[in-house]
């Protein structure tokens, strides 16, 4: 205890705009910010997510325009998930390894459009390309295999880098996937592009409109329990991130957000290293709804989240009000 009332009165510093300014302990600014988007075929194409109010699929030049637009906002990076044609997705997601497919089309023309003023973070998964909606391959009982997953995970995470990503983020949660594609990319001749782990990544019930956008949440089959983490689990939280960073990591992620602040303190406390926080679709929709009903503004519920994220020890948030949030922070 550092006083007394009334010696110390801790609504002074409270009393004006400029005061609370001085005194702010947290800040939030547009380059704390990476922007998901998300990839479809065609050109010119532009298709509304409906669970996902706000939120477009774009083709190849609409994401090089969307890219422009977070270079204009100060965003440093876009992370990009894409939405591959059905006649494209195979049981064993062959078409991550495509070097033509949506992915590199998009990593290649943001580069062109915006150079290196632009990061860009590309998911390392197989479920956008699997017929059956799952990040690994199955074997004949339907279980995700690990290690034979890990190795189509290497060939899609160099073919991502060969077509200039400047950070991979693997999403699958398979175990030793993030030690075996830092020794590929090592071999590779790609020692400087960046791997975000998504370390802590929980099966939760927020997930449910990025499936809508990706095209995998109707072809589905089962749940993703075996892989992605036990929402009652904490400690487990902390060895999935040691073993990541052990591994090569250069930053890791807690997903989702909101409900896993405690995750994502404790992250920071405990390794002290860059912990980034992705609030997702169904936090983001849940947002909107809000909105739309008069229970609550956008804005403040946005800015209040975000700052939330920063305070629990975030060095940024993926979150699909990246623009929005943008504009507000620029004035």
């Known amino acids: 205890m550092t006083g007394h009332y009334p010696n110390t009165r801790l609504r002074r510093t409270r009393a004006t ?10 800040t939030l ?48 990076v876009v992370a990009l998930f894409p939405n591959t044609p059905a006649e494209k997705r195979s049981d064993d997601g062959g078409e991550a390894t495509n070097p033509d497919n949506l992915m590199c089309q998009a990593i290649r ?70 030690g075996a594609i830092r020794r590929a990319l090592e071999m590779g001749g790609h020692p400087n592009v960046q791997i975000m782990s998504y370390a802590a990544k929980f099966a939760s019930a927020f997930y449910g409109p990025f499936r809508d956008a990706v095209g995998s949440g109707g072809l589905l089959k089962g749940d993703k329990k075996s892989y992605q983490m036990d929402p009652a689990n904490g400690d487990e939280a902390l060895r999935e991130v040691e073993f990541d960073l052990a591994e090569g ?55 209040e989240k975000l700052l939330a994220f920063k305070r629990a020890g975030c060095s940024g948030i993926l979150t699909y009000h990246a623009p929005v949030a943008a504009r507000l922070l620029n004035g």
């Open 109 to 178: 023309a943001i580069k062109d459009a915006c150079g290196d003023d632009l990061g860009v973070l590309t998911d390392v998964a197989l479920d956008p390309y699997t017929s059956h909606g799952q990040d690994g391959l199955l074997d004949a009982a339907g279980y995700v295999t690990n290690d034979d997953t890990v190795a189509v995970l290497v060939d899609q995470a160099l073919n991502q880098a060969e077509a200039g990503a400047d950070i991979i983020a693997p999403s699958d949660m398979m175990d030793g996937r993030i």
């Open 29 to 76: 600014s547009a380059s704390d910010l990476i922007w998901p988007l998300f990839v479809t075929s065609g050109k010119d194409a532009e298709e509304p997510i409906a669970s996902l109010p706000g939120v477009s699929r774009w083709s190849v030049d609409g994401i090089a325009a969307r890219a422009k637009e977070a270079v204009s906002l100060g965003i440093p």
């Open 249 to 303: 990591a250069d930053s890791v992620m807690v997903k989702p957000g909101l409900a896993y602040l405690d995750i994502i303190y404790r992250v920071r406390e405990r390794f002290g290293v860059p912990v980034f926080a992705y609030q997702v679709s169904g936090e983001y929709a849940m947002i909107e709804a809000a909105q739309s009903v008069g229970a609550g503004d956008r804005d403040a519920l946005l800015m």
């Open 17 to 26: 705009g400029w005061s609370r300014s001085l005194h702010r302990e947290t």
